[in-house]
């Protein structure tokens, strides 16, 4: 069963072992409005924890995804190329943008885990 | 009720250019001189071989067609356009006139400048009317627009700074900056950094001061900035600046509010470009094309691109090559050739035209329109700032707060009311902003009709009539036009439905 | 003052209405050491009368095209605009609009902006254009810079048949960031070979067809040189209406191609304003400059268009914008597209071989002048003599009796003295037999 955590920029990350699934949050699928394009990165790049490693834009804003830790991305969601909109519709499932494999598993630990997330939301509004 | 064509009355639907097509049509009869025909080509191995697929129309055809869509489009001669920042003001006519000139209009650059005297005087009149307004040494006449004349002056920065040894990284940008400010340092190499603004909209003096350090090239600063405020520490600021050794960048959008009363030569203004289009009443065009000379301090003219005009023994000349330019250092080329010259002619038109005293008034009736509109609609928008104004005046979403209504819908609903709609969500630093620029040319009375609209749609949202701003623009050739559409499936050129089944 | 409405009442009544005293009131944030008093020192109000004397004394002072036989080229032509064009273009709605942000009052621009978009793309053979950048020269720079971008490579070549002013823009660009220009010596004969240079350092080459000198190639193998490597082909058209008459950039397997549209529409004004055609393979849309017009529809499923893919532009990634640039050129494109909508097919297609054709006529008779060599084997409309001396002087000389030879090759190559004997020399639809015979029997005297 995969651990689920957040990061402060509205990012969701699904831990299996020492991969994660990451994409945006409903709540920040819902303030860029719809999305009409994602630029994902290439399989086999390698991030820091911080660099930038997607794009989501909407018809009036570009929202950069970061990398949540250190690693190396091994698949990206080829179904957004087609339909960007799927990060509307099902942000925390349908609508991932890539996996990464971590080069410490450990790094994600201090992520916020949902109902920290929602509480953080909360506090934004 | 719908037409059967879709026409209502005087609006008329009208089909693009590629669906009228009679092929062999061509409404431009050619001479077809006998000497003329069957000649030899000379084009080698490159000739075309495959039609291109242009369509053919008759004159009558053609002319209908643009008359048309011109009939879709707003503009400042039909309306009222309070959009901030852009200083929609009166094209005056006398200028389309001056600039169809014969010896103005027919003239190619590199013609022998013996040819062409009357060409470089007029470039020379109009630098020196704008050092004079802005009180500095030098001005780049070559840039094609504001953007491209930040680019320029960002440049000349960077390569004074580099010819004293002295070559810096960071160019400081305040956050309310327009969106080419950080594009044009990005081109020059340069890392941005933003500057906070104070709760009164303007750069904060402190955090400003904290982040200068042997590092910073320069601050690109807006003044008036892009909330409609003087900035009232602009002489602290560029003092700071210089005193770490960087320059001051202007951008000069907003000269509208000053022209003639203020000259940034006297606020320690290093580069400032100004746009002719927007303070010099040059046509917008439905986009372009403008003009972007650059104001430059005694700092940094030796640096200034190619071309320019000197006064030489003979008349006037222009140092188009490096090897000319004597002490100068001119670090490049901007564009092609001279730059914007028949823009040129035209805000030298405008500016004969004006006068000293006309502009200064000019921009007295700016920033007095301005502030009108400030005094008769705070009470019911929510202004941002504490005034006065400037020339433009700048309002937030929080009066639409709990009225389903956004800055967007009432934009929207103006339209209908025959107003474009002012700058929406522009600058960033407020949230749903909507920035008012009346600009001089506009009477009390459009004011104050414009006012009334305004107060209107403000107490209808207040009211609970969401659903019409939804549902605005309805009077309009087209209505809400869906963008999420054109942007994930981008339809860019025509295809006839033969090609796209292909 | 004629443009403003405001009357001292109105003055006075705004200034009560705000609360303010006075004018001085409003500028208080303004130090007193820094605000005028007194008009700056420049000359008064002036009538249309007056201005229109001044103007019109500096034009008299120029001697332009319609006023003596004309044959410069090099980047800007001289061509008929059919007057169904310039009156359009003067229309109040075209004329002083805006740019197109809000679709719905500018269905005029934007339709007009799609179909030019449309006709780019045809003559250049390319499958995606943009509305117009500022000129032929920053198109070949924000070529250069794109090419890098999508390769993320900096090395840029340069073709010697590239128009000097378009070289120096693009390497005036690429000195403020990584990119590395490698230029080739100005090739009057278009002999260039670029196979040693090409290499996986290269980001893109750009060359120019017809090329500066004038000389017409077929750079399809060019295209696979520099694909084998992974680099992309610039292709630079200086004379649009070439277009008509010679193979297209898309067709030789140009990766992008930077146009100067002034030929159509737009007359020669000194150099400016002009616009900037910019066409694209679709896969490289994203990274492209510029406005883009899309199609769409409203709410009531009507066709309709509004700008695109903004989230490329400054206004919205600002740093990471593809470019800074904001304005298109817009009136000019419009010209462009309502002169090209006027030549249609068999227009456009006729005006080329036209000015092919006089072309040639006057190549023959100027090869036969004593002193005179076309050196071209291949031209559309415009190629360079080799005189048997330097050929400003003889220009200068032909100009002070009202007639405009062309362009000698030193005005923007001064220190070659290779080329200091070539001339280039356009001929378009414009010039007539009377002309052709008045620039031989000029040169016959002068050499």
Sequence with gaps: ?125 | MEMATGNRALQLEEKLIFEQNSPGMTAVDLPNPAELTNVKSRLGDAARKDPIGLPGLSEPQVVRHYLRLSQKNFAIDGGFYPLGSCTMKHNPRLNEKMARLPGIADIHPLQPKATVQGAYELLDMTAHWLKVLTGMPAVAMSPAAGAHGELCGLMTIRVALEARGDARQRVLVPESAHGTNPASAHMCGYKVEAIPATGQGRVDLQALKKKLGPDVAAIMVTNPNTCGLFENEIIEITQAVHECGGLVYCDGANFNAIVGRVRPGDLGIDAMHLNLHKTFSTPHGGGGPGAGPVVLSEALEAYAPLPYIVHGKDGFDMVEHVADAGNDQPFGRMKGFHGQFGVIVRSLAYMLSMGAEGLRQASSDAVLNANYLMAELSDILTLSYDGPCMHEVLFDDRFLKDTDVTTLDFAKAMIDEGFHPMTMYFPLVVHGALLMEPTETEGKATLDEFIGVIRALAEKAQNGNADDFKAAPIYTPRRRLNETKAARTPVLIYQSEQAAAE | MRYLPLTDQDRQDMLVAIGAPDMAALYKDVATEVLLDQPVDLPSVKGELEVEQIISGLAAKNLGSGAAPFFLGAGNYSHHIPAAADHLIQRSEFLTSYTPYQPEVSQGTLQALFEFQTQVAMITGMEIANASLYDGATAAAEAAMMACRITRRNKVILSGGLHPHYAEVTATNAKFLTIDIVTNPADPLAQEDFSAQIDDKTACVIVQNPGFFGQVRNHSELAVACHNKGALLVVVVTEIVSLGAVLSPGDMGADIVAAEGQSLGNALNFGGPHVGLFAVRRKYLRQMPGRLVGETEDVGGKRGWVLTLSTREQHIRREKATSNICTNSGLCALAFSIHLTLLGEAGFTRLAQLNHATAIALADKLDAVKGVEVINDTFFNEFTLRLNQPAAGVVDALAENDLLAGLPASRLYPSDKALENLLLVAATETVTPTDMDQLVGALEEAL
Excluded: C, R
Excluded at chain 1, 71 to 99: C, H, M, R
């Design chain 1, 1 to 125: 069963m995969a651990t689920l955590k957040f990061t402060e920029d509205h990012e969701w990350i699904a831990i299996d072992g020492d991969i994660g699934t990451v994409g945006i949050s409903d709540y920040a699928q819902g303030q860029l409005g719809d999305v009409v394009y994602v630029e994902v990165p290439e399989a086999g790049t390698s991030f820091n924890k911080g660099d930038e490693a997607a794009v989501v834009e909407s018809v009036k804003a570009a929202s950069e995804v970061y990398a949540p830790a250190d690693g190396k991305i091994v698949e990206t969601n080829k179904d957004l190329e087609d339909n960007p909109g799927t990060v509307n519709s099902d942000a925390q499932s349908a609508g991932w943008f890539y996996k990464i494999k971590f080069n410490n598993a450990a790094d994600i630990d201090g992520l916020m885990d949902e109902n920290a997330y929602m509480a953080y939301v909360a506090e934004l509004n």
